[in-house]
């Protein structure tokens, strides 16, 4: 089993920037590939961004192409995204994703792909 913790979130303003970071604990292994992804009330759950198990690909939402940047760092065990330029339409719910791989550089952009779920943190985006 594998947890995953989100931390980071909070209120910003538009034009702000914020990082979100997802730690991982349990069988912890460097084999696994990650996303996050969004959830604002009333709408379902979307993908943001996602990068496979090398952390040498990675993939966005046209919505966050370019202002959002995921990142890893497998010695720690932990996930990044580094958000730029929020709009007010960021705000959500933002919760990581993990799942095993054998596919060093596959991504996977599909939220019924992943096998584990951080319970999420609040973005909220004043504008």
């Known amino acids: 089993q594998v947890q995953l913790v989100e931390s980071g979130g909070g209120l910003v303003q538009a034009g702000g920037s914020l990082r979100l970071s997802c730690a991982a604990s349990?069988?912890?292994?460097?084999?696994?590939?990650m996303g996050w992804f969004r959830q604002a009330p009333g709408k379902e759950r979307e993908f943001v961004a996602a990068?496979?198990?090398?952390?040498?690909?990675?993939d966005y939402s046209d919505s966050v192409k370019g202002r959002f940047t995921i990142s890893r760092d497998n010695a720690k065990n932990t996930v990044y995204l580094q958000m730029n330029s929020v709009k007010p339409e960021d705000t959500a719910v933002y919760s990581c994703?993990?799942?095993?791989?054998?596919?060093?550089?596959?991504?996977?952009?599909?939220?019924?792909?992943?096998?584990?779920w951080g319970q999420g943190t609040q973005v909220t985006v004043s504008s």
């Open positions: 349990g069988r912890t292994a460097s084999n696994y590939a």
């Open positions: 994703a993990s799942r095993i791989t054998y596919e060093y550089t596959t991504i996977y952009t599909d939220g019924q792909q992943y096998n584990y």
């Open positions: 990068i496979s198990w090398s952390g040498g690909s990675a």
